[in-house]
């Protein structure tokens, strides 16, 4: 199972991105879908995460209150809404499903290419 983020780019230090997360033969309504990212020189972190067990889970305190997840199921997309940003959010991010339950720290299947976030000014 592998998931494909799209949506990143170079952005201001205060503004907004709307990136999205497919899969092609792949409901993603029906498992937990999580967003992580890894910043240059770090490791990868779990960021948000939405599941039909757990709602919606922030693994990352700093991005409290300013970024979002939701999901379309016509579309069989999930989003994670970027808002605020910082210089620190710069990163790629990926999304991936961790099965039934949200998980921070394992994945089921491969990492796709990510999206590359750059919050500079």
């Known amino acids: 199972v592998q998931l494909q983020a799209s949506g990143g780019g170079l952005v201001q230090p205060g503004g907004s991105l709307t990136l999205s997360c497919v899969g092609s033969?792949?409901?993603?309504?029906?498992?937990?879908i999580g967003w992580f990212r890894q910043a240059p020189g770090k490791e990868r972190e779990g960021v948000l995460c939405?599941?039909?067990?757990?709602?919606?889970?922030v693994y990352a305190d700093s991005v409290k209150g300013r970024f979002a997840i939701s999901g379309d199921n016509v579309k069989n997309t999930v989003y994670l809404q970027l808002n605020y940003l910082k210089s620190e959010d710069t990163a790629v991010y990926y999304c991936?499903?961790?099965?039934?339950?949200?998980?921070?720290?394992?994945?089921?299947?491969?990492w796709g290419q990510g999206t590359q976030v750059t919050v500079s000014s």
């Open positions: 033969g792949f409901t993603l309504e029906h498992y937990a």
């Open positions: 939405m599941g039909p067990r757990d709602g919606v889970r």
């Open positions: 991936a499903t961790t099965g039934l339950r949200c998980e921070s720290d394992s994945i089921i299947g491969s």
